[in-house]
């Protein structure tokens, strides 16, 4: 095959964890990065994607969350700036793998966010994350050779009770010493290549595995899974973002090798480009330990389900809030936001839509302790936004302060209530 060029990468990590006491008790790993209350696959997606220099491709999405419509994803990032114009968009599913995704996106972007809420808050929550990448030059990494293995196994995943749940040592067994190596010989032979010149394997497996285990037996210098045992085989973002930082690890000319196991795999042969260094970008915004999460998870199933606009106002105002558009008076020069008819300062009429800066001072804020926020009172703020025009939102969840006037904040895209069973974005501002 020929070689597909990775030109640029970018990963999003968000800063919520769990407080001591609680990653204890759910025995999750105090670290486990996972989104904000106000975060969800749409906004790690737009995290993610921002610092890609892209602005018009083909998108493949794999952005899980129940209440996500691909297209409607499109269209705020669309609106919102990130990729302005996704001229086609191939929607995949929550399951599919970080392979697959990378594959079906010659030419474009692809973009892959791991998010998810356990039903039970009893339940370790898996760790979240996006990354975004764009495919074109190989400055980034290639990938030298993909390789899929469709395997019947209907009956393997038990071990002796035929209704019992699936045996994890027996399928490790079963499913790594068969298929996974099977499928890793493939693939580097299709590459032309052996086990000896790879930097290590990153392994996703639909149980937990032991991974050092695996190093000796298939020997190869490292295996590497992403996130801890119990989210095995559901993250995506996570198993290509650990590929990348072996790759920018092992240097330009390196080779990792991806694996995805569970009813066969697929595989990927990964080299890093000359400019790999430069081109993988992973933003892990700092880490906050204030959490309610079981605060959280209770509101989540609640239902803040009124329709709290109308459907007519919603078309007309959503393109200018969503693409943070204001108007600027050609009188005297005034930028407003959301966008007027009129000016406010000398009631001029001839008003023009302008693009408003992401980035402002705060002058004013106050506390909201009626939004049916899960966590805290909410911080409403008043930003001066750089070249003009004032935003009035609140401050994004996750932020490790309060914010006082003359702070500097940024605006991202975030998930601001659901309505008729939607949910619905505005800007907030996040501190640095
Ligand atoms: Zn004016």
Same mark, same amino acid.
């Given at each position: 095959?020929?070689?597909? #060029?990775?030109?640029?990468?970018?990963?999003?990590?968000?800063?919520?964890?769990?407080?001591?006491?609680?990653?204890?008790?759910?025995?999750?790993?105090?670290?486990?990065?996972?989104?904000?209350?106000?975060?969800?696959?749409? %906004?790690?997606?737009?995290?993610?994607?921002?610092?890609?220099?892209?602005?018009?491709?083909?998108?493949?999405?794999?952005?899980?969350?129940?209440?996500?419509?691909?297209?409607?994803?499109?269209?705020?990032?669309? %609106?919102?700036?990130?990729?302005?114009?996704?001229?086609?968009?191939?929607?995949?599913?929550?399951? %599919?793998?970080?392979?697959?995704?990378?594959?079906?996106?010659?030419?474009?972007?692809?973009?892959?966010?791991?998010?998810?809420?356990?039903?039970?808050?009893?339940?370790?929550?898996?760790?979240?994350?996006?990354?975004?990448?764009?495919?074109?030059?190989?400055?980034?990494?290639?990938?030298?050779?993909?390789?899929?293995?469709?395997?019947?196994?209907?009956?393997?995943?038990?071990?002796?009770?035929?209704? #019992?749940?699936?045996?994890?040592?027996?399928?490790?067994?079963?499913?790594?010493?068969?298929?996974?190596?099977?499928?890793?010989?493939?693939?580097?032979?299709?590459?032309?290549?052996?086990?000896?010149?790879?930097?290590?394997?990153?392994?996703?497996?639909?149980?937990?595995?032991?991974?050092?285990?695996?190093?000796?037996?298939?020997?190869?210098?490292?295996?590497?899974?992403?996130?801890?045992?119990?989210?095995?085989?559901?993250?995506?973002?996570?198993?290509?973002?650990?590929?990348?930082?072996?790759?920018?690890?092992?240097?330009?000319?390196?080779?990792?090798?991806?694996?995805?196991?569970?009813?066969?795999?697929?595989?990927?042969?990964?080299?890093?480009?000359?400019?790999?260094?430069?081109?993988?970008?992973?933003?892990?915004?700092?880490?906050?330990?204030?959490?309610?999460?079981?605060?959280?998870?209770?509101?989540?199933?609640?239902?803040?389900?009124?329709?709290?606009?109308?459907?007519?106002?919603?078309?007309?105002?959503?393109?200018?809030?969503?693409?943070?558009?204001?108007?600027?008076?050609?009188?005297?020069?005034?930028?407003?936001?959301?966008?007027?008819?009129?000016?406010?300062?000398?009631?001029?009429?001839?008003?023009?839509?302008?693009?408003?800066?992401? %980035?402002?001072?705060?002058?004013?804020?106050?506390?909201?302790?009626?939004?049916?926020?899960?966590?805290?009172?909410?911080?409403?703020?008043?930003?001066?936004?750089?070249?003009?025009?004032?935003?009035?939102?609140?401050?994004?969840?996750?932020?490790?302060?309060?914010?006082?006037?003359?702070?500097?904040?940024?605006?991202?895209?975030?998930?601001?209530?659901?309505?008729?069973?939607?949910?619905?974005?505005?800007?907030?501002?996040?501190?640095?």
């Amino acid at each position: 095959m020929p070689t597909i #060029g990775i030109d640029s990468v970018s990963a999003y990590l968000p800063g919520y964890r769990l407080n001591q006491g609680l990653a204890a008790e759910l025995a999750v790993p105090p670290e486990l990065p996972l989104a904000a209350p106000d975060e969800d696959g749409l %906004t790690m997606a737009w995290e993610a994607l921002r610092h890609l220099d892209v602005t018009e491709a083909p998108l493949v999405l794999r952005v899980p969350g129940g209440d996500l419509e691909p297209r409607a994803v499109a269209a705020h990032l669309a %609106t919102s700036g990130p990729l302005r114009t996704p001229s086609a968009v191939l929607p995949l599913s929550a399951r %599919t793998g970080a392979t697959a995704a990378l594959t079906a996106a010659p030419g474009g972007v692809a973009v892959l966010a791991d998010h998810g809420r356990p039903a039970d808050p009893a339940d370790p929550p898996s760790p979240d994350g996006a990354l975004a990448l764009r495919l074109g030059t190989g400055r980034a990494a290639e990938i030298l050779a993909v390789e899929t293995l469709p395997v019947l196994a209907y009956d393997r995943w038990r071990d002796t009770e035929p209704t #019992g749940p699936p045996d994890p040592r027996f399928v490790e067994e079963t499913l790594l010493a068969t298929d996974g190596g099977e499928l890793l010989d493939r693939l580097v032979k299709r590459a032309g290549r052996t086990r000896d010149d790879l930097a290590g394997v990153v392994l996703s497996a639909c149980v937990p595995v032991r991974a050092p285990r695996w190093a000796a037996r298939w020997q190869v210098p490292a295996v590497w899974t992403a996130g801890p045992e119990y989210a095995a085989g559901r993250l995506a973002a996570a198993t290509l973002r650990t590929a990348f930082e072996r790759l920018v690890a092992a240097g330009p000319g390196s080779l990792v090798a991806v694996l995805e196991l569970g009813w066969g795999g697929d595989a990927l042969l990964l080299r890093a480009g000359p400019d790999i260094a430069e081109t993988v970008r992973i933003e892990a915004r700092a880490s906050l330990d204030e959490y309610g999460y079981r605060l959280w998870t209770r509101t989540l199933s609640t239902s803040d389900s009124a329709m709290w606009t109308s459907p007519a106002k919603l078309r007309r105002e959503a393109p200018a809030l969503v693409g943070l558009t204001g108007t600027r008076c050609a009188t005297c020069a005034d930028v407003a936001f959301p966008p007027r008819h009129t000016c406010d300062l000398c009631g001029g009429t001839d008003l023009a839509p302008t693009e408003l800066a992401r %980035t402002g001072t705060v002058v004013s804020h106050n506390l909201d302790r009626l939004f049916a926020a899960p966590d805290r009172d909410v911080q409403m703020v008043v930003v001066d936004l750089d070249g003009g025009g004032r935003f009035f939102g609140q401050l994004a969840a996750g932020s490790s302060r309060w914010a006082e006037v003359d702070d500097r904040v940024t605006l991202a895209l975030r998930r601001l209530h659901d309505g008729g069973d939607l949910p619905h974005y505005f800007w907030k501002a996040v501190l640095p």
